[in-house]
């Protein structure tokens, strides 16, 4: 089942893969979340979101942290991709940033699939994708489950500050 999770916000995208590291262990553990914002009851403009997601948000001096525990049993996505387009094409989470609340003239946005691979690109209102765009500071880590699957990224603020 192809479902989207929208969390807006604002900021840019690169990706690390830092699997088995002790920041991976420090980001998954519950402790490092304990004073985050927290978000449930999402719903999707096609009323077919099925998963119960929590999207979770904190900031340090430095870095912009999003936690998204999807709890999902027919989650689907590409076991290869070939090119970074084939995120879309599964279930993924997203975040976007812009400077205008209603995602207005224009936007970023990264789209992560559960093992972490993701698609970033800027837009221009409307739908005039830059898919040679991404985020030079993102941070992400993924682990999947039985039920579903967690997805962690992260941004550098100064990043986010210029984007917006």
Do not use: H
């Not at 699939?113 to 880590?141: A, H, N």
């Amino acid at each position: 089942m192809k479902k989207t999770l929208v969390a807006a916000v604002a900021a840019i995208l690169a990706v690390a893969s830092c699997r088995g590291t002790s920041e991976e262990e420090r980001l998954f553990s519950d402790d490092f979340w304990k004073d985050a914002v927290s978000y449930q009851n999402f719903s999707d403009p096609w009323d077919t979101l099925t998963d119960n997601t929590t999207v979770r948000i904190i900031k340090s001096d430095d870095r912009l942290f999003f936690r998204f525990d999807v709890e999902d049993t027919s989650f689907v996505y590409s076991k290869e991709i070939n090119e970074e387009m084939d995120v879309a094409y599964g279930d993924r989470v997203e975040v976007f940033f812009s400077p205008y609340p209603q995602l207005g003239a224009k936007y970023f946005c990264t789209e992560i699939d559960p093992e972490g691979r993701c698609l970033d690109y800027s837009c221009v209102f409307e739908k005039k994708m830059d898919y040679d765009w991404s985020f030079s500071t993102q941070k992400i880590y993924s682990r999947i489950y039985d039920n579903g699957y967690t997805v962690i990224t992260s941004f550098d603020k100064s990043e986010i500050d210029a984007l917006i």
